[in-house]
């Protein structure tokens, strides 16, 4: 697929693997539409990236709210037009706290952002990209997590969010095949990002803001001493859309956990 020229929007914007992929389709010449909760970080993150005289805008989205996801999409036709990638991107942690002490408002959280963030998007900016009848691209964001719970972190959540995003692109997958619009499920490790904090931007109907000092703090530190720079991770994103790869693998990730989640030998 050829980006240039063509328009995409990134969920999860302001920052880490979002601002990543937005700052890699802004470079092969797409026009882009940050969105982001955090309404001030998104708009600086987008006017240092126009500064490079690319094609970039930014928009407030709450990815749980389906109303929000409309507005984001009608703002990114109104700024150019046809809408031709997704990057479902949005994510938030929870790690370090044992299932049965899972609150509930957290659960709702972590399956808002992480699984409904990416069913608003199939459902809406996949339509969008479908009716001009141009190639397109949907990227999912999943994690290596979604292919295995590792003993002794307590991520038993955000791994279950993640295999859903897996499971949600190859049901996707399988739907579009033979169109023109391409699905990839990108699926990093460690990535050096602020996603250790994301429930500082809990919403209010969710909660409201949360800080989990301790199990933020330890993962926050794991990540930034392993996690690799969310610049790689854009750049992989733009060369699965363009070569219509399916598994989006970034860092070092285990051959075994990879054939055993797959099941199959796609390109990779």
Same mark, same amino acid.
């Given at each position: ?25 802004a470079e ?90 990416v ?17 397109g ?27 859903? $995003? ?10 579009l ?55 790689? $991770? ?15 693998? $970034? ?18």
């Open positions: 697929m050829d980006i240039s020229g063509k328009t995409a929007i990134v969920t999860g914007a302001a920052s880490g693997i979002g601002l990543g992929i937005a700052t890699a389709l092969a010449g797409a026009n882009v539409v940050m969105a982001d909760i955090q309404k001030d970080e998104v708009e600086r993150a987008a006017h240092a990236l126009s500064g490079t005289n690319k094609r970039v805008t930014a928009v407030r989205i709450d990815v749980t709210q389906e109303q929000s996801v409309l507005a984001a999409l009608a703002e990114a036709e109104r700024q150019f037009g046809k809408l031709h990638i997704a990057c479902n991107n949005a994510g938030v942690p929870m790690h370090g706290t044992r299932l049965v002490d899972v609150p509930r408002e957290d659960w709702d959280f972590v399956i808002g952002v992480n699984i409904w963030g069913i608003h998007g199939i459902r809406h900016f996949l339509p969008a990209i479908l009716k001009h009848g141009e190639d691209h949907i990227v999912n964001t999943a994690s290596v997590a979604g292919f295995q719970n590792r003993r002794g972190t307590d991520q038993g959540p955000y791994s279950m969010s993640k295999y859903a $995003v897996v499971s949600l692109s190859e049901a996707l997958e399988h739907e095949e033979g169109s023109k619009v391409g699905v990839s499920v990108l699926c990093p490790g460690p990535v050096n990002t602020n996603i250790p904090r994301g429930a500082r931007n809990r919403p209010d109907h969710m909660g409201g803001p949360q800080l989990r000092s301790t199990n933020e703090t330890v993962l926050a530190q794991r990540l930034a001493t392993t996690g690799i720079d969310p610049n790689r $991770v854009g750049e992989r994103v733009v060369d699965a859309i363009r070569t219509k790869t399916f598994y989006a693998f $970034v860092s070092a990730v285990p051959a075994d956990v990879i054939k055993a989640g797959t099941g199959a030998s796609r390109r990779r």
